[in-house]
């Protein structure tokens, strides 16, 4: 069996930062260093852990977006996925979100990746593509819709 040394106040839980500066200095700690004591917190699977600051914001980042000779800077939260900067840049390019092929780093990203997750920094670039084989379709239903409006031409002007 062996015997771990901790101390103690490390797994001390503190309510309130004045009890914490006058728990270290009765216990002959240095309250004027600066240092203050850990608060910990068990989460609801039973796990100790240091207890998270309140602030809770997501962080925004700007991501360049590059379609063709255009450029949009688009302001998204830096833990969305890739199918919700296509869903923001629908508004601003009018292409569907279907439609749509990101690159970023020369590869293409699915809907389902996160921006953190790939390395999408702020500021960083991100190369839209509109969807070859729906573009050939669009094309193709143009020219069949301006064949079905003239059937015949006209042979005579008047």
């Known amino acids: 069996m062996i015997k771990l040394r901790y101390s103690k106040k490390l797994f001390r839980r503190s309510s309130s930062k004045s009890s914490a500066a006058s728990s270290s200095s009765s216990d002959g700690g240095d309250a004027g260093s600066g240092r203050g004591e850990i608060e910990w917190e068990v989460r609801p699977g039973g796990m100790l852990v240091q207890k998270r600051d309140g602030k809770g914001d997501v962080e ?7 379609t063709g000779f255009s450029w949009h800077d688009v302001s998204i939260g830096a833990t969305c996925t890739f199918g919700e900067l296509k869903v923001v840049l629908s508004m601003v390019t009018g292409l569907e979100p279907r439609e749509q092929r990101l690159l970023f780093r020369g590869k293409e990203r ?19 593509l509109e969807d070859p084989a729906l573009k050939d379709m669009k094309l193709r239903a ?17």
Do not use: C, W
Request: hydrophobic content about 50%; cysteine-free; charged content about 25%.
């Open 142 to 158: 143009a020219l069949a819709a301006q064949a079905v409006q003239s059937p015949y031409q006209n042979f005579i002007k008047v």
């Open 60 to 66: 925004v980042i700007t991501v360049r977006v590059a």
């Open 110 to 128: 699915e809907d389902s990746d996160h921006l953190h997750m790939v390395g999408v920094r702020d500021k960083d670039k991100v190369l839209l």
